[in-house]
């Protein structure tokens, strides 16, 4: 059974929104911090957003002021909100835990910004 279910992308223009999910089991959410990390092609996995167990969110510069971290405790599940999306944040788009490393990746979910 996969560790973290991505869902949520798609193909969208300039300027739109779209949000992300992320399932995982209830054993990990309770005790991790999350994260969201992208990979675009031909570069490496950065971590985009991340949000701890108490709450506290962390933004890479790239995108605070666009992207929002949350997570439902009910659900076992954690969002990234991405609005006025731009072409480079073009990627595959995967959820991890940025203080617990070592946890299989899931297959993540594309995300295209183009017209």
């Known amino acids: 059974q996969a560790q973290f279910v991505e869902s949520g992308g798609g193909l969208v223009q300039p300027g739109g929104s779209l949000r992300l999910s992320c399932n995982t089991s209830?054993?990990?959410?309770?005790?991790?911090?999350m994260g969201w990390y992208r990979q675009a092609p031909g570069k490496q996995r950065e971590l985009v957003a991340a949000?701890?167990?108490?709450?506290?969110?962390n933004y890479d510069a790239s995108v605070k002021g666009r992207f929002t971290i949350s997570k439902d405790r009910t659900r076992n599940t954690v969002y990234l909100q991405m609005n006025r999306l731009q072409a480079e944040d073009t990627a595959v788009y995967y959820c991890?835990?940025?203080?617990?490393?070592?946890?299989?990746w899931g297959q993540g979910t594309q995300v295209t910004v183009s017209i």
């Open positions: 991890n835990t940025p203080d617990r490393p070592g946890n299989d």
């Open positions: 209830q054993s990990i959410f309770s005790r991790s911090a």
């Open positions: 949000i701890t167990v108490g709450g506290i969110t």
